[in-house]
């Protein structure tokens, strides 16, 4: 029961609205301070996109694992296997004209326009991109330019493995394209036979997948690190797999601006000789883009980390505005109950033995659920 304080000609019943204003205002700092000691933690499907230092768009993708080849398409796409990936960094665009004309580099491209996809690169040329690239940045160079060999501990830029590719088009799904198995769709995200007019397409014009990444499907093939065997997936490794230790061709993805639908899944393997060792003409439809392995020193980390500290801040400010208006809404109810003391309140009618309830009116603007808790005031005559 509701304690009274009696007055000369007045009883005032202190509320139970006010012990429960009381109890709000103490709970919620409580609450609030237990919450913002639990990590904000990501979902692993969520990407983000940064912007080096060369200011190239790049998204962070997130590891985990997949299975990797499809049953139902060519010979060198079997057997199916899980395959686990680290996080990295991909170009969230085919490597453009105008990019490699920013190191000065001869441009070999058929179709020319600085928005266009890199063409007509051998394998080799993109290896030296990506080293120039690593150098205009300050970073290590992945590739030794007399082997070729790839140096996966620097932290240059290099082409991706053809697992990493794989995982990257996928997007967390296991059908042919990202959107779905039918082709469809595919004109919305992809430049290839059926709507190219037999050229290459301005890059980021078609529809990314759902990590964010434009041209996976068509526009041009794409070269990866990976040395090219049609049998290597029965004896892949689960551990980010990074291909055989020797062979005559490299590994292509994603088919091309004259490709047909099914060439473009993101299952279907390509090898091409990768114009080490002599002046193969290259076609084209070859293209690449660019990778680059994340670890906890690297400032793409860093970047997400204080992107993550921007979330909880928010958060933060967040709750303190749910304070403040629990401390008003507590004013409000404290001012309401010092005016009732004041004044006398006409009284409505009530059968013998029971307590009469008041009107208390009700002011315009008042926020509905303050003004049921208001209600509860009880002043006697």
Known sequence: MAARACGADRCVLRSPARRIAHLLLALVPILWLTRCG??????????????????VRMVLIPGGSFMMGCD???????????VNVRPFAMDKFEVTQDQYA???LPNPSHFKDPKRPLEQVRWSDAALFCNERSRQEGLDPCYDEVTFACNFGANGYRLPTEAEWEYAARAGTETDYDFGNGAAKLKAYANFADNSNERTDLVGKKRP??????????NVLEWCNDVYSPTYYAESSAGD???????????????A???GAAACRATVRYGEMPGISDAC???DTFGFRCVRRLDPASPERYADLEERMGDAKTQAARGMMIVQ??????????????????????VRPSKKGTVPRPRVPERRGTVPFLAALTRHDHVLA
């Open 72 to 82: 139902n398409g060519h010979e060198d796409e079997a057997p199916v296997h899980e």
């Open 257 to 259: 601006w004259n490709s």
């Open 38 to 55: 639990q990590q904000e933690k990501a979902p692993d499907d969520v990407v983000r996109e940064i912007t080096t230092a060369s200011g």
């Open 281 to 283: 003409f290259a076609r």
């Open 325 to 346: 208006n629990l401390i008003g809404g507590y004013m409000y109810l404290r001012s309401r109950a010092q005016l009732s003391y004041g004044r006398r309140t006409r």
């Open 241 to 255: 797999p990074r291909g055989p230790s020797d062979g005559e061709k490299r590994v292509m993805r994603g088919g």
């Open 209 to 218: 997948n759902r990590w964010g990444l434009h041209d996976m499907y068509g």
């Open 102 to 104: 920013a190191l000065e």
